[in-house]
């Protein structure tokens, strides 16, 4: 009698999501726009961050978006003061 040879099944393995680090960058960018708010440079940061940790996969994105985000951040930061004496003088 022969002896059948199993041959196991595929196994499909789902890709996990990489929302993390694709908000990150999104957000980064939308920091250009947006930057004056305070709320989307500190928003990509923080995306930016958890990416890093948890998709490292996608690190290049995360960074991308965290470097964004510390860049348009702080050129609003630089230039609201001056918008601002603009307006009220």
């Known amino acids: 009698m022969v002896n059948p040879v199993r041959i196991p ?51 290049s994105l995360s960074v991308t978006g965290i470097v964004a985000a510390m860049v348009f951040g702080a050129a609003w930061a630089a230039v609201t003061p001056l918008i601002l004496q603009l307006l009220v003088v």
Not at 10 to 22: A, G, H, M, N, T
Not at 27 to 41: C, D, E, H, R, W
Request: charged residues 15%; glycine residues 12%; without cysteine.
């Open 9 to 59: 099944e595929p196994v499909y393995i789902e890709p996990q999501p990489k929302r993390l680090s694709v908000t990150a960058f999104v957000l980064g960018l939308s920091s250009l726009l947006l930057g004056f708010t305070v709320i989307v440079p500190i928003a990509g940061i923080l995306f930016g961050i958890l990416g890093v940790g948890l998709e490292p996969t996608r690190k």
